[in-house]
């Protein structure tokens, strides 16, 4: 019998406060489901007292995620406490998540509270939270930079409070392997009924270890993983859950342990998590880069043909990689069109949403032959946007592009009711597309990023284009899909436009 680890991931929450990573209350959406088809155990989704915005976010999760544990993360404050237990509370299972800081450089110059009142308040916060649920976590902030004898005071008396999980977070990622396992052994000695929880980690990246301290962490005894996909999270980001899951899925000699979770839906995940925030996966990036299972050398291809565990330790397939084969194409009917988008976890609202979406698959099966997930995937967050959030759409565009003349763009718009004509030049068709809509729109917006990636290979994958805007503090990320890449950036602008227009809170809590 192997131990089990439990998953925590964290992207819609650590993940989320990396700059420019916000996302909106559907999008969060997309992504917990895909999560609780991965089989996480414990969805961390978001902080439910930092806006109304990330509020309505964590309970609309909580209603419709029923396999993974719904947790939301909260100061050790009464306010942030009875905010997250009322977001969790639609909950099939739910936790809160608290945390003070109690390293002598945050107690000191951040709380400006001595150690005994930052213990009380913790025992506090943990009263609170009973009045919610059972499921309560408790996390020592920089507990990496913490003093062990501390540590294990405060351990002990939110353990006798209530609570059921103990994070150890190495907030600033100072910590190395040897030393974070010691500090994981002695708090699970030393500290009193250290058995009757469960003990876990988060670990942040800044120098490159998140990943290996969290394993070290493992061997030491920890059982909960905090992790994000793709790495994602603060500044150099948080362990990413798909290093952590194939390395004790690999690894099971050394780790004495497993997880529950469905790798085949790695590489789905890390797909959708990229698309929304519009943070590239790199090439050599493990398990989920491009090239994480190519082969270039002519040694190793040869070895792997001749027997493919020479030079593979895991296998491309396992982790999602081709899982998405062809799976639909122009001759496909509406039937089979419904089954894959409900396996793919889409909300289908009615039978006229999902007739539209079926013409709009159609045209695009006319256009391209083989249809894969990726691209049902990229139709369905077409399909999220809803008319009343839809003020500006692409109508019509002619684009024109000629060695030795100006690119020059014409665009029909639909802006709210209206249909306006816009025309720019530019200094490519892309730049000329942004500037027509700019005439009309006028936004006052920065652009932050522009980003294009084939979602599937051949020369006829559809483009998908992230673009990201600010505006007075507020950033938003905008998603547009075609075979035409300047179509798909057309449509990602107006789709930022439309998160900025709308109801769209920004919803990146800085903690
Ligand atoms: O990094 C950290 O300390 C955190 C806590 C809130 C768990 O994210
Ligand atoms: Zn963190």
Redesign the pocket.
Known sequence: MTDQLIVFD?TL??GE?SPGASMTRDEKLRIARQLERMKVNVIEAGFAAASNGDFESVRAIAEVVKDSTICS?ARANENDIRRSGEAIKPAASGRI?T?IATSPIHMEKKLRMSPDQVLEQAVKAISWAREYTDDIEF?A???GRSEIDYLCRIFEAVIKAGATTI?V????GYNVPEQFAATIRTLIERVPNSDKVVWSV?C?NDLGLAVANSLAAVRAGARQV?CTINGLG?RAG?ASLEEVVMAVRTRRDIYQCDTRIDTTQIVPASKLVSGITGFPVQPNKAIVGANAFSHESGIHQDGVLKHRETYEIMRAEDVGWGANKLVLGKHSGRNAFRSRLIELGAAIESEEHLNHAFARFKELADKKHEIFDEDLQALISDEAVTPESEHYRLVASRFHSETGETPAARLTLNVGEKEIQAEAEGSGPVDAAFKAIETVAKSGTELLLYSVNAITTGTDAQGEVTVRLSRDGKVVNGQGADTDIIVASAKAYLNALNKLHGKFEKLNPQ?
Do not use: K
């Not at 977070?169 to 600033?172: A, G, K, S």
């Open positions: 964290t929450r650590d406060q993360l998540h945390f996390s902030e920089d507990a994070n977070p190495d907030t600033v988060h942040h905090e603060e948080n903690i």
